[in-house]
């Protein structure tokens, strides 16, 4: 189940304050989290221009890697449940060479994107939250053009 808790939206028990989100910022800056975004990226083989969805983007730090590697003329959108985690994220919303990136609260069963708008959707530490994993990857399908990458 899914509640909207002014501004932070509760999903399965799953809740996200302040604090919690700092808590896992940290995490996500040790060593081994940070050589599992690199592997993530060497994946997803990102090029110049490509438009990319981070599902559960949390402190924004792997959006804003793929920033650098899309480049000025690619995009980046992250989708979180957490306000919280949306506003560590968007400490990090500038990055010099790459296009800025665009924040929304949304969750991962109501991607609030156009079909077919993403070359790229990247999800890490969110699908083992979801009740519905395929409805989920369904509306992951939705806006993922055709050929895109998961």
Do not use: N
């Not at 590697?69 to 506003?87: H, K, Q």
């Not at 990055?95 to 800025?100: A, K, Q, V």
């Not at 949304?106 to 519905?132: C, G, K, L, N």
């Amino acid at each position: 189940m899914m509640w909207d808790m002014g501004g932070e939206v509760e999903v399965d028990g799953l809740q996200f304050d302040p604090e919690v989100s700092r808590q896992i910022e940290s995490v996500y800056t040790t060593p081994d989290v940070i050589e599992q975004r690199r592997v993530v990226r060497a994946a997803l083989a990102l090029r110049p221009g490509d438009r990319v969805l981070d599902v559960g983007v949390g402190p924004g730090l792997l959006a804003a890697e793929m920033a650098g590697e899309v480049g000025p003329d690619g995009r980046i959108c992250g989708i979180d449940i957490s306000a919280s985690m949306l506003a560590i994220a968007g400490t990090r919303t500038d990055i010099p060479g790459g296009p800025g990136i665009e924040l929304e609260l949304a969750t991962v069963a109501r991607i609030p994107h156009p079909a077919e708008s993403f070359d790229v959707v990247v999800s890490t530490q969110v699908f083992e939250y979801v009740d519905d994993v395929a409805g989920a990857l369904e509306e992951v399908r939705r806006v993922l053009r055709p050929a895109g990458r998961v």
